[in-house]
């Protein structure tokens, strides 16, 4: 957190949403939804959560009012954006949530805005830097191991690569909880991979240089006892709050 005198004040960290239909009360519409576990999540690491609805356009205005942002998990990316047909298994798309975090993630990386990509989080960034998707992982392992049972996660056992940031953050070793069809093909070149499934799945990625971004197949908001990710990032937003203000 940045010091404001006596004041810590916390850094702002975007999570966005995507459209789906929701029910509460009496009420039965397209609601912009989140799983409240991201901002239960930012809220332990001392950050503040904001969260973004899927706009068309992402403006440069949105991100100069944020300090760091949560690429969160969701709907598989279009393949039409790595130059793929759909595959039979591919899941529900959501265009407009496409193209709201394609530009978000664009702004944010201009800015210098400290990132961390959850999931499908992960899968959007090796995408728009020139990446592809294995679209079903079971079709390739003959198993559906990484995509646990409807609404759950199957644990797995995660290997970090030394040296990583990742490894850092998180440790050699990381019970990791998935949920997850799809994984990385081929790896953007400006990205390195940092962490693996013991059946070889890239498990995790970040860039070399540049601002902080890190990238995990895994869902970290799903463990309400480690923090250690959001609070890595949390720390780079308030490094990169003070900066910017200074």
């Not at 940045?2 to 999570?15: A, C, D, F, H």
């Not at 998990?73 to 279009?78: L, N, Q």
């Not at 890239?202 to 995990?216: N, R």
Request: contains cysteine.
């Amino acid at each position: 957190m940045v010091s404001n005198g006596s004041e810590q004040i916390r850094p702002v960290i975007g999570l966005p949403t995507y459209v789906e239909q929701a029910r509460f009360g009496t009420w039965d519409v397209e609601s912009a939804v989140l799983a409240h576990s991201y901002v239960r999540m930012v809220e332990r690491a001392g950050g503040i959560p904001v969260l973004l609805p899927p706009a068309a356009v992402a403006r440069p205005e949105l991100v100069d009012r944020l300090d760091g942002l949560v690429l969160t998990g969701g709907a598989d990316v279009d393949p039409a954006r790595y130059g793929a047909p759909p595959d039979a298994a591919l899941g529900p798309l959501k265009a407009d949530r496409d193209e709201s975090e394609f530009g978000l993630l664009a702004l944010a990386r201009a800015a210098g805005l400290p990132i961390l990509a959850i999931c499908r989080g992960l899968q959007l960034v090796n995408v728009a830097f020139g990446g592809t998707l294995i679209q079903h992982l079971p079709d390739l392992l003959g198993n559906d191991d990484h995509s646990g049972t409807p609404g759950g996660f199957h644990t797995t056992k995660v290997s970090t690569v030394p040296g990583s940031r990742v490894a850092a953050i998180a440790g050699p070793d990381v019970k990791a909880s998935c949920h997850h069809h799809q994984a990385v093909a081929i790896l953007a070149e400006s990205l390195v991979a940092t962490a693996h499934a013991p059946d070889g799945t890239i498990e995790a990625a970040e860039t070399t240089d540049g601002s902080f971004l890190v990238g995990v197949q895994w869902h970290p908001e799903a463990d309400g006892t480690d923090t250690r990710l959001m609070r890595a990032l949390v720390e780079a937003a308030a490094s990169y709050r003070r900066e910017r203000n200074s």
